[in-house]
DNA sequence: GTGCGACTTGAAGTCAGCTTCAGGTCAAGG
DNA sequence: CCTTGACCTGAAGCTGACTTCAAGTCGCAC
């Protein structure tokens, strides 16, 4: 048995959960790095696999890709990242979870006085006139994503 | 003066705060309807700006604009939406938005936890390996938008 | 040495929610 | 009547994060 201990990509895939493509997608963005084998095929190490629990783990609370590459980035090139260093990005997002927690409960308050005031006040309710920053991200601006708007065939 | 009381685009547009080309995109796709003069300009009757601002409020928390057509839709045609109307609105979008707010303090706890194990055992972590349905959304699942994503110059 | 599944690439497609553009028309004040 | 700014249309472009496709190559078990 062999104990280079490097994975193809469809191992990774499939321990990671990525699609193949994605992976392909990571590294063409500069976010994963891959060893190949003479014949041109990507052969992984094993940290990869923590590499991509950590971008899961960003994408899932809204970090973008730059991002979550600009962190990735700070980690010290050749060694392995210590838990320190996991830490510090871990941290650095619990802070802007907590924001984005705060902005979603203050739309929540605003939806209760809506529903209290049956929203014909648009002077009045906080939900319409919002004053915060949310308002002045635009007409398009969206708290959430579409992966939490309802699903077909989940919902009820 | 005339009292037809008709808004022009560019008048909906500046109240509104929505752009004259969001406005034609929302009437193509069925989200508002318009009268048009004789040489096919579009007049809009007052109530659209409620109307807009529904839709906002709706977008705000993350409301997609199918959607938002099918819950405006369902308001009688012709009459004026009583207060019932959009309250019944609010409030199904209301449990929707708890459902937000709760996955994400559940992930800022796992987070929490995760600060503290330093995030080496992927086995542990419930950031990394959460069990929870997001996790079954996708790799490219996300929970907040580009929206809440730091914007340039504003962080720090 | 051969068969075949897993792999490679670049280019193009997808989705939402708009924006931008080119080329033309309308409406209203003077 | 004329000018000028606001308006019209359809088509194309944009962003982010991928997916899909076509056509070809690799690697390993038999």
Redesign the interface.
């Known amino acids: 048995m062999e104990t280079t201990d490097l994975l193809t990509i469809g191992e990774v895939a499939q321990r990671s959960?990525?699609?193949p493509s994605?992976l392909r997608y990571y590294e063409r963005e500069g976010l994963l790095r891959t060893t190949r084998t003479s014949g041109g095929q990507r052969r992984y190490e094993r940290s990869v696999?923590?590499r991509l629990?950590?971008i899961?783990?960003a994408?899932?609370?809204?970090?973008?890709l730059d991002?979550v590459r600009e962190g990735l980035d700070e980690l010290p090139d050749g060694r392995t990242p210590?838990?320190?260093d996991?830490?510090r990005l871990?941290?650095s997002?619990?802070g802007?979870?907590?924001?984005?927690?705060q902005?979603?409960?203050a739309?929540?308050d605003g939806?209760?006085s809506?529903?209290g005031c049956?929203?014909?006040s648009?002077q009045r309710?906080r939900?319409?006139?919002?004053e915060d920053r949310?308002?002045e991200?635009g007409?398009?601006?969206?708290?959430?994503?579409?992966?939490?708007?309802?699903s077909p065939a989940e919902g009820v």
Chains 1, 2 share one sequence.
């Open positions: 959960g990525y699609p994605a696999l923590r629990a950590f899961r783990a994408r899932t609370i809204g970090v973008g991002e210590t838990k320190a996991w830490t871990s941290r997002w619990r802007r979870l907590d924001e984005q927690i902005a979603l409960v739309l929540r939806l209760d809506c529903i049956g929203c014909l648009l309710c939900l319409y006139n919002p949310v308002a991200l007409p398009g601006a969206r708290l959430l994503p579409p992966m939490l708007r309802r």
